[in-house]
């Protein structure tokens, strides 16, 4: 890297250098193998857990599991970081996010949406989006008839085929 490059870098603030990193990922979508290895980042924890969980239901879909992860980090009954949240739970059945502990691979196989995906979660981490769960820790599937857990817990929410609770 030559003289002015590196200066130019030092001269941007560590917001700035977090923001530039995080465009530089978004805009290079990794795929496959790659994407499924490299998953051990914030980014790709977050973007995993909006992919598989929400995929199908586009943007609003994607953001509001990725903020339920986000909501769950800063609770006290929840680890404190997002891969930890993800992960939570171990890979056997129990686990917090089923796409982590189904046996299948984990691996993104749609390019595109793997791609919307990292966009989502680096909206949301940059906090460039609104919660749109009211604060949201739990959700389920919206075809279910009754919630999947025996605690009565808050309904906050219906964003496409999931239901969000507190």
Not at 10 to 37: C, D, M, W
Not at 85 to 103: I, T
Not at 118 to 140: C, I, K, N, W, Y
């Amino acid at each position: 890297m030559g003289t002015a490059t590196s200066a130019s870098f030092r001269s941007l603030g560590s917001a700035a250098l977090l923001t530039l990193a995080i465009v530089l990922a978004v805009q290079a979508p990794r795929t496959g193998v790659e994407a499924a290895q490299s998953g051990d980042g914030p980014l790709d924890c977050l973007a995993l857990a909006a992919f598989w969980e929400a995929g199908g239901e586009g943007r609003d879909g994607m953001a509001a599991v990725a903020w339920v992860v986000l909501n769950r980090r800063a609770h006290a009954d929840f680890p404190s970081t997002i891969c930890g949240v993800v992960h939570q739970g171990g890979e056997e059945p129990g686990c917090q996010f089923r796409f982590w502990c189904d046996g299948k691979s984990d691996e993104p196989r749609d390019a595109d949406l793997w791609a919307l995906a990292r966009e989502v979660a680096a909206q949301v981490l940059e906090g460039l989006t609104d919660d749109p769960t009211g604060g949201a820790l739990f959700f389920h599937a919206a075809a279910l008839e009754t919630a999947p857990w025996r605690v009565p817990r808050e309904r906050t929410v219906q964003i496409g085929r999931h239901v969000y609770y507190r």
